[in-house]
């Protein structure tokens, strides 16, 4: 998924807007599939970019980025709903969306499937957004959130078990 | 239903809504420091520099206060040559006028 481009250190804050573009996609797609909050998930996206802004000196290669973008934007998204659960917040986002209109099946089940993602508890949300959304291995989910394999591989095992018993209480699929 | 295969297009990537980009480059650019603000030089010279202006603070500090010293030393000494060339002055003059007085009455 991520390209491989040589960034040297000097050339680096240069290639910053497009390095933005590159990988924008990714990073508000783990946030916003984590939070389920559109406004959220494009603040903590911004502190991501801007902290990577800041670390430039450190970033080595493109493919480099993309694993540090991962990492930092796990760990803001699950601090982010620590601290929520100290101040609950409810923005627009978080409402029900009006039922679409008929025909689209599909639809219908992918926002159901992303609920039922988001009412995983944190760090196994966030295994199974890294599994499913960026297609990574356990050992790969656990270099981004700081964990053994054997712990990801389990909370991403366990977090599909889960997402079948809601599907399964919900009626939906199968 | 493949139900990982629904997962992975339940959970795509997502494009962040239009001029992400440019809201993240003008926040960038909020907290880019002015030219002028730049650090000069590495950090060691800094703090060499901080030091020497210390110590040359320090040192001139203390010479400037032993000058004014010597200076009030000076003044004390010239006002006490001038006390004891008037207080001369006046013997002698006195002395003189015994002498006057002593050969008026003989």
New interface residues.
């Given amino acids: 998924m991520a390209q491989t481009v040589d960034l040297p250190a000097e050339r680096w804050r240069a290639d ?2 497009a390095l ?2 590159r990988h ?3 990073v ?2 783990i946030a ?2 984590f939070l389920r909050n ?1 406004t959220q ?2 603040d903590i ?2 502190d991501v ?2 902290e990577l ?1 800041k670390n430039a000196g450190r970033i080595e290669s493109d493919s480099h980025a993309v694993h540090w973008l991962r990492k930092v934007t796990a760990r803001k998204c699950i601090d982010h709903i620590r601290w929520r659960r100290l101040r609950p917040w409810h923005g627009l986002d978080e409402i029900a969306e009006p039922a679409a209109p008929g025909g689209q099946k ?1 639809l219908l ?3 159901g ?2 609920r039922m ?1 988001a009412s995983l508890p944190g760090r196994m949300r966030m295994a ?2 890294l599994r ?2 960026e ?1 990574l291995a356990p050992a790969e989910i656990a270099a981004v959130m700081d964990t053994t394999t054997a712990s990801a591989k389990s909370m991403v095992h366990r977090g ?1 078990e889960l ?2 018993e809601k ?1 399964q209480r919900a009626g939906v ?2 | 239903m493949d139900f990982e295969q629904e997962l992975k297009r339940a959970l795509g990537r997502q494009q962040p809504p239009a001029g992400f980009a440019q809201r993240v480059m003008a926040r960038v650019e909020r907290r880019r420091p002015s030219p002028a603000s730049y650090r000069i030089g590495p950090r060691w010279a800094q703090w060499a520099v901080a030091a020497s202006l210390i110590v040359a603070s320090a040192t001139g500090t203390s010479w400037y206060r032993q000058r004014q010293e010597r200076a009030r030393a000076e003044e004390a000494r010239q006002q006490i040559l001038l006390a004891m060339r008037v207080t001369a002055e006046k013997i002698g003059h006195v002395q003189q006028t015994i002498k006057r007085i002593s050969l008026e009455e003989n």
């Fill in positions: 910053f807007p933005i573009e924008q996609a990714m508000f797609g916003v599939h559109r998930a494009e996206a911004q970019f801007l802004y599909d089940l992918s926002r499937l992303q993602v199974v957004v499913f959304q297609d599909l997402l079948r599907m699929g199968g």
